[in-house]
């Protein structure tokens, strides 16, 4: 059909339109998101608010319970923001830190509640850990199967008893989902079986979130010298890990 019909006109304006307007509003409703549910907790903070002689109309949408105004819900999050600095400074400090040791020690006292913290609390020490990123390097390996390559990050390269049981060393590497990177795979594959990726964790990370729609660049001198000093896995794969 020609493009000077009306219809194919529309559509073909409507596709662009849409291609410019849809990133735009995805981002605006995840932050959108994002800031009703942190406000559905930081909002309890101003639980003092039923003791001033206010007006329930000046604190609440509908005037009487319920969700807060705007106004009130950024004055709970800078508030959140306050508190957080605070017991991080805290904690830096001899009495801040038997403070939190002895929170640790009530929490994991409680049946039910000591798994979840417990859960939690590895998670958060494995993403936060001092010594850098919990993805320490993204890589190409055959996953799901054979001559199926996915992307991946190195998470461990120290597994002790699997190494004494396995006779090439082993790394862990996380294969996350797309485009839901925080769900996942964990592989334990010999480290020969990895491709190092020179692209970067933050690079890996918009590949997939993206759906591999974008791919960051790769200079090609890189591409070159690669390809002249390593020689090529099966399907055009670049220079293995050793």
Do not use: C
């Not at 604190?59 to 600095?85: E, Q």
Request: positive net charge.
């Amino acid at each position: 059909m020609s493009e000077s019909n009306p219809i194919n006109r529309w559509r073909a304006n409507f596709y662009t339109g849409l291609a410019i307007v849809l990133p735009a509003i995805i981002s605006l409703a995840i932050v959108k998101w994002l800031f009703g549910t942190i406000s559905n907790v930081t909002d309890f903070l101003l639980f003092f608010l039923h003791w001033l002689p206010l007006d329930q109309r000046w604190i609440y949408v509908d005037g009487v319970s319920g969700p807060m105004l705007l106004h009130w819900k950024l004055v709970a999050l800078a508030l959140a923001v306050t508190l957080i600095t605070l017991i991080g400074r805290y904690a830096r400090h001899y009495l801040g830190k038997q403070a939190i040791r002895l929170l640790d020690l009530l929490m994991l006292k409680v049946p039910l509640l000591n798994k979840i913290y417990g859960a939690i609390k590895q998670v958060n020490e494995a993403l936060t850990m001092s010594k850098g990123s919990s993805f320490k390097q993204v890589v190409l390996l055959e996953f799901p199967g054979k001559g199926m390559y996915s992307l991946g990050f190195i998470t461990n390269e120290d597994h002790q008893e699997v190494q004494l049981r396995t006779p090439q060393p082993i790394v862990s590497v996380f294969v996350p989902t797309t485009p839901n990177p925080t769900s996942g795979f964990i592989v334990l594959v010999p480290q020969a079986d990895l491709v190092k990726l020179e692209m970067s964790v933050a690079d890996g990370l918009k590949f997939i979130v993206s759906l591999g729609t974008v791919a960051p660049d790769y200079r090609a001198q890189a591409m070159a010298s690669l390809a002249s000093q390593s020689p090529t896995l099966p399907g055009g794969a670049a220079n293995p890990v050793r």
